[in-house]
């Protein structure tokens, strides 16, 4: 298997822009997850999917940012518009849940720049 | 809130020392996970621990879970340059249900000189 695949590795757009980031998660994998990560805050949760549903959405910063999930086997997260702040690495994971199994497989991230 | 505490933030060594990072919290975790993650790369699992005074090894890294499971310790051997990265630690939370998210610590970031 691949692994998790994203999708730009970077990006550098300006204030204003709509940035739309992609992952492809493990093949079989029913969990996915859009971390973002800095120096500040460390690796923040955004949003969970399981399912294809959302289950926490509650770290989303703002309307600004929206995620979807159409099938088991692509996700999008948009920010629209984007803003200096949003400058950061983004990841994506995914998991097979199990009974005991909490393991996360990320992708490489995509690195934003918004100037 | 359950938090994850790692300490120290950033660590620098010769190769060849020992060195013990530390991951508490307030918090029970019914699992906890230590991740390194290396420049340009996403977090990798390096294990897994689940039951109180649990401890496991890695080849030259030693992974304890507390008796009480809020907090986990790493302790690597002879450090060499290939352990230069973060080490990540995460928990999940013992009443999760159905939002099995994981917590994460801020990590500590290790440099082991030649």
């Known amino acids: 298997d691949a692994g998790v695949i994203q999708s730009p590795r970077h990006e550098v757009t300006e204030m204003g822009q709509e940035v739309t980031l992609r992952c492809k998660p493990i093949?079989?994998?029913?969990?996915l997850f859009w971390y973002r990560q800095t120096m500040m805050r460390g690796l923040e949760l955004l949003i969970y999917?399981?399912?294809?549903?959302?289950?926490?959405d509650s770290g989303m910063p703002e309307d600004r940012f929206s995620a979807k999930m159409p099938n088991a086997s692509f996700s999008t997260l948009k920010i629209q518009p984007s803003e200096p702040r949003d400058s950061a690495v983004y990841f994506c994971?995914?998991?097979?849940?199990?009974?005991?199994?909490?393991?996360?497989?990320f992708g490489q991230g995509t690195r934003l720049t918004v100037v | 809130t359950q938090l994850l505490e790692q300490s120290p933030q950033f660590l620098s060594i010769q190769e060849g020392e020992n060195l013990t990072v530390y991951c508490n919290s307030s918090?029970?975790?019914?699992?906890l996970q230590w991740y390194r993650q290396e420049p340009g790369e996403g977090p990798v699992l390096l294990v897994t621990?689940?039951?109180g005074g649990e401890v496991k090894k890695l080849k030259r890294l030693t992974f304890q879970f507390g008796d009480a499971r809020k907090d986990s310790s790493l302790h690597i051997t002879a450090a060499q340059p290939g352990d230069t990265g973060l080490y990540l630690c995460?928990?999940?939370?013992?009443?999760?249900?159905?939002?099995?998210?994981?917590?994460w610590g801020l990590g500590t970031s290790l440099a082991v000189n030649p």
């Open positions: 994971a995914s998991r097979k849940d199990g009974i005991m199994n909490t393991e996360a497989f």
């Open positions: 093949s079989g994998h029913n969990s």
């Open positions: 999917f399981n399912n294809n549903v959302p289950i926490d």
């Open positions: 918090s029970v975790f019914s699992s």
């Open positions: 621990v689940v039951t």
């Open positions: 995460a928990g999940v939370g013992p009443n999760a249900g159905n939002n099995r998210k994981l917590i």
